[in-house]
């Protein structure tokens, strides 16, 4: 069985700059959500897809976009990247009906200069 | 808005040593979800524990348990035997049921000394 996996695992962007994040879910799972980690703190949650929808959003603005795919892989896209964007940004998945337990991959390291 | 507080930046502790770390958190919710996470160095996030609140028994895994306080909101992690593999940030997340996002606390760094 094949864990949640992330790409890049760096990346080095400059003010302004857009850059996408992808992630692919455990295997049966349909569900992802995004988390955003800035060094020192705990993970705030950005966004989650549930078969292509998105359904739930945290305290992110609309420059943080995301889209599902048919085979429950996600990517997270993020417009004019401001310096406060630099962190880790993590990807969950997690099965509908598991007791909302999530899986997560091993981030996305991003810096904006 | 629920939130997760964990009050114990860092705790360090000898090899074989037993410790504890303290969550509490807040919600008007009466059935949830909480965990415990570990994030070693490499930055992958692993799922310790799990307990589900309308569970009155306490959750194990190994040498890994909780001690879950529904009334004290309060939902502790006991490691028993530490190994210097413990070493790493802990996480206390909190999910409501139906809801979509884990609530993080801000994390307690964990050493194991030899």
């Known amino acids: 069985e094949t864990g949640v996996t992330q790409s890049p695992t760096h990346l080095i962007k400059t003010r302004g700059q857009q850059v996408t994040l992808r992630c692919s879910s455990q295997?049966?799972?349909?569900?992802v959500s995004w988390y955003q980690q800035a060094l020192g703190q705990g993970p705030q949650f950005i966004f989650q897809?549930?078969?292509?929808?998105?359904?739930g959003r945290g305290n992110f603005p609309p420059r943080f976009s995301g889209l599902q795919f048919p085979n429950y892989s996600s990517e997270l896209n993020v417009n004019a990247l401001e310096l406060d964007d630099s962190a880790l940004y993590l990807c969950?998945?997690?099965?509908?009906?598991?007791?909302?337990?999530?899986?997560f991959g091993p981030g996305t390291r991003l810096l904006v200069l | 808005a629920q939130t997760v507080t964990q009050s114990q930046p860092e705790m360090s502790v000898q090899e074989a040593e037993t410790v504890t770390l303290s969550c509490t958190y807040d919600?008007?919710?009466?059935?949830?979800?909480l965990f415990w996470y570990k994030q070693p160095p490499s930055r992958q996030m692993i799922l310790v524990i799990r307990?589900?609140?309308?569970?009155?028994q306490n959750a194990t895994e190994n040498r890994f348990s909780v001690n879950f306080q529904k009334a004290a909101k309060s939902f502790s992690l006991k490691i028993s035997d530490s190994q210097l593999g413990d070493t790493a940030m802990y996480f206390c997340?909190?999910?409501?049921?139906?809801?979509?996002?884990?609530?993080f606390g801000q994390g307690t760094r964990l050493t194991i000394n030899p």
């Open positions: 897809y549930y078969r292509e929808e998105e359904n």
């Open positions: 295997s049966g799972h349909n569900t």
């Open positions: 997340a909190f999910h409501g049921e139906g809801a979509q996002k884990l609530v």
């Open positions: 307990q589900e609140a309308y569970k009155q």
């Open positions: 919600t008007s919710e009466n059935n949830y979800y």
């Open positions: 969950a998945s997690s099965p509908r009906g598991d007791g909302e337990t999530q899986y």
